[in-house]
């Protein structure tokens, strides 16, 4: 961080410890949702305080610092709309971003509104209580700091609670490990070290090719092999960056009302409905075109299980012909879910480091790791021996950021009781019995399954239109129905029902991931437009479905 925006969130003070700093709203978090909501929210004149956990801004941009980390949305795509004159001055300098330059643009967003004032940083909330007397929030930070506030919005991150997994004899290791969701700010030095990475899913398909280029020896170890689609990556193409930025206005217009907020081009034919030839025309198209395009090669991918595997085997036909030895190209080859069912990853050279002679891959499936010892790693078949140890390991996703504050609604019920079968809310917005709270692109809404800085400006927008409305009516309390909350996740759950996702659940969109977590299909995968138009009917009919008092 600079020298002035530390002066800057310095000079937000706040009242002694246990007197509570009084706001209108207060934001719980400081990446894209978090910074958007303060700057949206202060345009309604409201005063607003953010309190962050981390030590500067930026969420998922900000702690996932690991070699290779990057966007799988293209820049253009991934970035605020609100503002014209932001879309158009800044310069993305690569097709997909990578970590550092959405560090530097979001902090960049909060110079040019000036928003740093209002941003309290290494303060991580740890309770927030709603008091009915006062229709006001109490929220209170670690260190004891208290404010009070109408309305608290959580804008947390769904993919912000680093997950190592409990495996015996971590403690006894002398050598170095490290999460990707959690990485030093120093960065890992791994030249001639022996490198192990557990995990296979989207940040270990970015880590491991970067990782293996300075590695002595480098062992992956994978127990579910993952579709890895080529990032396609490379700097930004200068006519492209002109014609975009000039099609801006209608390229934002569309991503708003598509299926995933972006502005991948969707075939609306069916994949068994054009010969064999234009299927493999199609698929190739995609590969080519890089990233998240293979998601939307025909319009009944992730619908029709025949239409799946054809494009899952014409990915299982590419890493047979990039790996070399083929029995390291099957163990790499996904079976036993859905293509897209989890979450698609995309790289630069995954498959290929394969081939390199200092990389080794492992299945720790057939023969599970048994316990990290203090030179390594033991599995059931073999010992390895490590100077690093890398958890590509994931998040407790989408509920674990909210349950890990203790939240307290009417009658003093917690979020946690609330949620203790599977998250639960209106819109994915408000959680009933939770007045004047509400959620930031989480679950029962787009959000992981869309391009997040879009929802995440839809979402805002929407939530901020409705506390303008409650205060135009002079009301102090929204509140979220029962009946509409239960309507809305048979809604998101009919609309997965209606998907391959129900029928591949080892995934974190159901928890799988996290021990004791109820196994619930989490995001709304109805669509963005669809969500959008629902979103915007509810507002059109007075806030439909919420009491406003
Ligand atoms: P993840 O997708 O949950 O992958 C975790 C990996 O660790 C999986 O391969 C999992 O295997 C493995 N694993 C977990 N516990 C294990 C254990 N005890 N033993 C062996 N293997 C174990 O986590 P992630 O890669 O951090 O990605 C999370 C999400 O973040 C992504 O799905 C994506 O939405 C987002 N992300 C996006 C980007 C991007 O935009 N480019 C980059 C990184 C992350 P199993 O599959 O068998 O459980």
Redesign the pocket.
């Known amino acids: 961080m600079s020298d002035g925006h530390q002066v800057h969130t310095h000079l937000v003070g706040v009242e002694d410890a246990g007197v509570p700093h009084e706001v209108d709203a207060v934001v719980v978090g400081a990446g894209f949702a978090g910074v958007y909501a303060l700057h949206r929210l202060r345009t309604l004149g409201l005063t607003v305080q953010v309190l962050e956990a981390g030590s500067d801004i930026g969420g998922?941009w900000y702690h996932?610092r690991y070699p290779g980390?990057?966007?799988?949305?293209e820049s253009l795509d991934y970035s605020y709309s609100f503002d014209d004159d932001l879309q158009q001055e800044w310069h993305w300098t690569e097709r997909?971003a990578a970590q550092p330059e959405l560090l530097r643009y979001i902090r960049h967003v909060a110079d040019r509104y000036d928003l740093w004032r209002d941003i309290r940083l290494d303060s991580r909330v740890d309770a927030a209580t709603f008091d009915e007397a006062s229709s006001r929030w109490t929220v209170r930070t670690e260190h004891g700091e208290v404010f009070s506030a109408r309305f608290c919005i959580l804008a947390t991150g769904v993919?912000s609670v680093a997950?190592v997994?409990?495996?015996a004899g971590l403690e006894s290791f002398q050598g170095q490990w490290f999460h990707?969701?959690d990485w030093p700010h120093e960065g890992v030095d791994a030249s001639g070290k022996r490198v192990g990475v557990?995990?296979?899913?989207?940040?270990?398909?970015?880590l491991v090719p970067v990782v293996a280029e300075q590695a002595g020896h480098l062992t992956v170890?994978?127990?579910?092999a993952?579709f890895v689609m080529p990032a396609q990556n490379h700097p930004m193409i200068e006519q492209v960056e002109r014609e975009w930025k000039a099609e801006y206005p209608e390229r934002r217009a569309k991503a708003r009302v598509s299926g995933f907020g972006h502005n991948q081009l969707s075939n609306p034919k069916r994949a068994m409905e054009v010969s064999p030839e234009e299927r493999r025309r199609e698929f190739e198209l995609r590969w080519q075109l890089g990233g998240l395009y293979m998601m939307r090669a025909f319009s009944d991918i992730l619908v029709d299980p025949v239409a799946n595997e054809e494009c899952a085997e014409f990915v299982r036909g590419k890493i047979r012909e990039i790996v070399a030895d083929p029995e390291v190209a099957e163990l790499l080859s996904p079976r036993g879910f859905h293509f897209g069912t989890?979450?698609l990853?995309?790289g630069t050279d995954y498959y290929e480091t394969f081939n390199r002679e200092n990389v080794t891959l492992v299945d720790?499936?057939t023969a599970?790791?048994e316990r990290i010892t203090p030179t390594g790693l033991r599995t059931t078949a073999a010992e390895y021996d490590l100077d690093v140890l890398i958890?590509?390991?994931?998040?407790d996703?989408m509920t674990g950021s909210m349950l890990k504050i203790d939240i307290r609604g009417l009658d003093g019920r917690t979020l946690r009781e609330k949620w203790a079968h599977g998250p639960r809310s209106y819109l994915g917005v408000a959680p009933a019995g939770f007045p004047n709270l509400f959620i930031v692109a989480g679950p029962g809404s787009p959000s992981?399954f869309s391009n997040m800085v879009n929802s995440i400006e839809q979402h805002v927008e929407w939530i901020a239109a409705l506390i303008e409305h409650a205060a135009l009516r002079g009301a102090r309390r929204v509140e979220a129905t029962e009946e509409a909350e239960q309507a809305w996740i048979d809604h998101v759950n009919e609309a997965a029902g209606r998907t391959l996702y129900v029928r591949s659940p080892?995934?974190?969109y159901f928890g799988?991931?996290t021990p004791g977590k109820p196994r619930v299909f989490m995001p709304y995968v109805g669509g963005v437009g669809t969500y959008r138009h629902l979103a915007d009917d509810v507002a059109a009919k007075d806030y439909e479905g919420f009491l406003i008092s």
Do not use: E
């Open positions: 998922t996932n980390a990057r966007c799988d949305i997909y993919l997950q997994p409990d495996i990707t969701g557990i995990g296979t899913g989207s940040s270990a398909t970015q170890f994978q127990r579910t993952n989890k979450r990853c995309s720790v499936r599970p790791i958890f590509a390991t994931g998040f996703a992981v080892n995934s974190w799988a991931n």
